[in-house]
Nanobody, 134 residues
Framework: QVQLQESGPGLVKPAQTLSLTCAVSGVPITTDYYYWSWIRQAPGKGLEWIGYVAYSGSTYYNPTLKSRTSISRDTSKNQFTLHLHSVTPEDTAVYSC??????????????????????????WGQGTQITVSS
């Protein structure tokens, strides 16, 4: 059984860096053609795709968040980590990790990405609430 489990601080102060880890069990994150994404949903808004680390180790980020985002992975622990820098209260959201093939990655332009389709993901974590407040 595949499980994704997010872990993080819960509360982050403005201007700090948010670090969230997604621990994956039941499938290697190096599995061919799989993409491991971070997605968030702010109160009253739709899903926003943040970025992915691919089976190959390559990364790609939502252009609207690219300047503040990095995603890394630890294959020995089968997990991947989101770092979101210089957070503001607008980054308050439920953050989830997901895994799927290429169809799980939304269409993106320089102006941003379409809302991701949850049903395109094979695996989805339960999500964790992150609040940015002083």
């Amino acid at each position: 059984q595949v499980q994704l489990q997010e872990s993080g601080p819960g509360l982050v102060k403005p201007a700090q860096t948010l670090s969230l880890t997604c621990a994956v069990s039941g499938v290697p994150i190096t599995t061919d053609y799989y993409y491991w994404s971070w997605i968030r949903q702010a109160p009253g808004k739709g899903l926003e795709w943040i970025g992915y680390v691919a089976y190959s180790g390559s990364t790609y980020y939502n252009p609207t968040l690219k300047s503040r985002t990095s995603i890394s992975r630890d294959t020995s622990k089968n997990q991947f980590t989101l770092h979101l820098h210089s957070v503001t209260p607008e980054d308050t959201a439920v953050y989830s990790c997901g895994g799927g093939e290429s169809l799980s990655i939304p269409f993106c332009t320089d102006d941003g990405c379409l809302e991701p389709a949850k049903d395109k993901y094979d695996y989805w974590g339960q999500g964790t609430q992150i609040t940015v407040s002083s």
